[in-house]
């Protein structure tokens, strides 16, 4: 199934989610890895197995940047976890001690350095991790990364997660 056959499957009180699913699936501010991507690592991080199914099936990505989508979800899943929760607590001795969490995946991402944190900022922003959207943002701008490309990754993080939250309503409903 695509995101198009996936839009069919959204009720009609999420009109504009469809509309604006079709409409970030043919963004010309990301290059198209840049782009299917973010929709793979996003419907990752939002975790409904038919918005997966659907992202993977649409992304124009090469092997190598599949597998870079989905590790940034992975990583970020543990990440935005362990960061938010640093960020959250009010004693401060948590952020002096060093994370002890493996990362390697930053090292050779299987993708550009700019596109992974780019997925990453995505994934972050599906977790509500204050503390790594600004790290993952502040990379990018080391990059040259415009604030457009880095809106439109988040507009497709925005719209993926609210998909995934009304095709998960919409399965609760039925059964």
Not at 119 to 136: E, I, K, Q, Y
Request: aromatic content about 4%; hydrophobic content about 50%; overall charge neutral.
């Amino acid at each position: 199934m695509t995101l198009d056959a996936l839009r069919d499957l959204l009720p009609a009180c999420a009109k504009d989610l469809s509309l604006n699913l079709s409409s970030l699936a043919g963004d010309t501010q990301l290059s198209e890895t840049q782009k299917w991507g973010a929709f793979v690592a996003s419907a990752h991080a939002v975790g409904e197995p038919r918005l997966i199914r659907a992202a993977e099936a649409s992304a124009q990505l090469s092997p190598e940047a599949l597998i870079a989508a989905r590790a940034a979800a992975a990583m970020m899943a543990m990440n935005n976890v362990y960061y938010r929760a640093l960020h959250l607590m009010r004693n401060g001795e948590y952020k002096t001690l060093p994370a002890r969490l493996r990362m390697n995946i930053l090292a050779n991402p299987g993708a550009p350095k700019a596109d992974f944190e780019l997925w990453c900022l995505a994934v972050s922003a599906v977790n509500g991790c204050g503390m790594c959207l600004d790290a993952h943002e502040a990379e990018l701008k080391t990059h040259g990364v415009p604030a457009l490309v880095i809106q439109s990754a988040l507009r497709i993080a925005a719209v993926v997660h609210a998909v995934g939250r009304v095709l998960a309503a919409e399965a609760a409903s039925a059964a």
